[in-house]
């Protein structure tokens, strides 16, 4: 399951026009590829998507597209391309285990493109409080006077970053008679820590949650704050010869419930 979908928007009219300044400290044109691949451990699937940047010019744009017809190997084992731009390797009985190395290699445009990752270990201890909260129908979700804590924790030594990840009941995003929205899935900003924790109003759809910790590795982290801030004429990547993101990590995950009452 993805986690980003990495966008690259490379401004100022384009890589080649400038803007008075330098955007980058290392060679970069505008067909340097894109990668995205998330192991994850337990997994028996290895998958990297490999596409194009979107451009913006002066006068247009250039869309983003699937880089089709690479040869990527990892661990010097060759992927097959299973749709346009998707590369994938089958492990059959085995599994990506905790604190495996796996390194990414393929030629594109003259240039190797390269990056290596570690599989973090997997989450022990994961568990919510209270399982479940109930609330009455005839209740509206901005009631300051619900001030129930729901808490999540999980063993950890203090080492690690996470990231959690909501599923929600609802079939889509749509907006609340408040003005808010009840999403169907939501992503939280990566932290450290062995705990988190919200507030009922946050569940605002009733029925079953399924709630994700990842364990994620730095460089997912660099790479999250970076898309997340207005400095994208400076992207972080730990690729070379390529931006993007090859990273793994391990997940959690446990079920919470919000039961609606007629009363």
């Known amino acids: ?30 067909g ?41 190997t990892i661990n010097g084992k060759a992927l097959t391309e299973t749709v ?19 390194e990414l290699r393929f030629e594109y445009q003259g ?32 009631d300051t006077a619900d001030t129930t804590e729901i808490k999540l924790t999980w063993d950890d030594a203090g080492e690690s970053y996470y990231q959690l990840y909501i599923e929600s009941p609802a079939t889509s995003d749509r907006p609340s008679i408040d003005g808010s929205t009840q999403f169907r899935r939501r992503m939280m900003q990566p932290f450290r820590g062995n705990s988190y924790t919200t507030v009922s109003r946050e569940f605002m759809s009733a029925g079953y949650y399924w709630l994700y910790i990842y364990r994620v590795n730095k460089d997912y982290v660099d790479l999250y704050e970076r898309i997340s801030s207005t400095d994208l004429a400076n992207p972080a990547s730990a690729i070379n010869n390529a931006f993007g993101i090859f990273t793994a990590m391990s997940v959690a995950k446990i079920r919470f419930q919000v039961i609606e009452t007629e009363e």
């Open 84 to 102: 346009p731009g998707t590369y994938t390797l089958d492990l059959g009985t085995d599994t990506i285990r905790q604190q495996q190395n796996y």
């Open 111 to 142: 240039k190797t493109i390269s990056a290596s990752t570690s599989v973090p270990k997997p989450i022990s201890g994961f568990g919510v409080e209270p399982a479940y909260i109930t609330r009455s129908s005839s209740s509206y979700f901005w």
């Open 1 to 30: 399951m993805d986690i980003i979908k990495t966008v690259w928007i490379i401004s100022c009219f384009s890589l080649l026009t400038g803007c008075g300044e330098k955007l980058m400290t290392y060679d970069v044109t505008t």
């Open 32 to 72: 340097t590829p894109i990668v995205e691949s998330y192991l994850q451990e337990g997994s028996n699937t290895l998958s990297v998507q490999l596409y194009s940047m979107e451009v913006y010019l002066k006068d247009g744009y250039e869309l983003s597209l699937p880089i089709e017809g690479v040869e990527p």
